[in-house]
């Protein structure tokens, strides 16, 4: 698995997201993006295989190469500082995490890490109580805080204007941030749910109410954590505009 840090020198500058040929040919396989799921005592595996399409998705649609195969990553685990980004998903309460895992939780988030958490169900209060205890544990001074339409979350690909999943639980997305960026993104919308197929090919779950329109934002909402995680606000400068400008007209 390929660091942030590394992601980031391999693209050489966020242009290149834009303008350059896929760039992970030259790196070899150590650098294709991979968004593996955090393991944990609970049901961490709710949307296992979801980021697979998501792979799919970002490959079809972004400069970025992706595995389509991704793996599981224990918070006491070396692996966890070979990854920029984790995924985190459920549907149920959760055990308190023992004080050394959370600890290196909050290392990897300090040094350039990055989780996107996924509720999973329409009534998942026992998984929201849970990642709010954890998270108040790791970062007592910082809290989650819903993030505002301007945010360059929502704008990182994609320009959107919806928090969207496969359900429509909430209208917000929540994330904990530091000076310069958001390293926790928080949705209780079941995005995963959304971009999860069975064995025969067929969307594993409905996208309610808003069908496979709901679905392609669900997506492109994934795309643009993806890319905001990897490359920050880099979406801010002014240079970019034209490029969102294109993307938001197609």
Not at 79 to 96: H, I, R
Request: charged fraction near 25%; charge should be positive; proline fraction near 4%.
């Amino acid at each position: 698995m390929l660091s942030r840090r590394q992601f980031l020198g391999a693209l050489g500058s966020a242009a290149a997201l834009t303008l350059w040929p896929r760039w992970a040919w030259s790196f070899g396989q150590a650098s294709l993006f991979e968004l593996p799921t955090l393991v944990y005592d609970g049901p961490w595996d709710r949307r296992q295989g979801a980021q697979a399409r998501l792979a799919w998705e970002l490959m079809k649609r972004t400069s970025v190469e992706a595995k389509l195969e991704h793996g599981q990553v224990k918070l006491d685990a070396p692996e966890l500082f070979a990854t920029p980004v984790l995924y985190m998903s459920g549907d149920a309460a959760f055990p308190e995490w023992p004080e050394a895992n959370a600890r290196r939780l909050r290392r990897f988030l300090e040094s350039g890490g990055f989780l996107f958490i996924d509720g999973n169900l329409e009534s998942s209060a026992g998984f929201d109580d849970s990642v709010r205890r954890e998270l108040e544990r790791m970062f007592p001074d910082r809290k989650l805080a819903t993030l505002d339409a301007g945010h360059t979350l929502f704008q990182s690909f994609y320009l959107l204007d919806g928090r969207w999943g496969r359900v429509q639980r909430k209208t917000y997305v929540e994330g904990i941030s530091d000076d310069t960026r958001a390293f926790v993104v928080y949705s209780q919308n079941d995005v995963g749910g959304a971009w999860l197929r069975d064995n025969f090919g067929n969307w594993r779950f409905p996208a309610v109410p808003g069908g496979e329109a709901q679905r392609e934002m669900a997506f492109r909402f994934g795309v643009n954590v993806v890319m905001y995680a990897l490359c920050t606000t880099y979406k801010s400068d002014q240079v970019h505009i034209p490029f969102i400008l294109k993307r938001r007209r197609r």
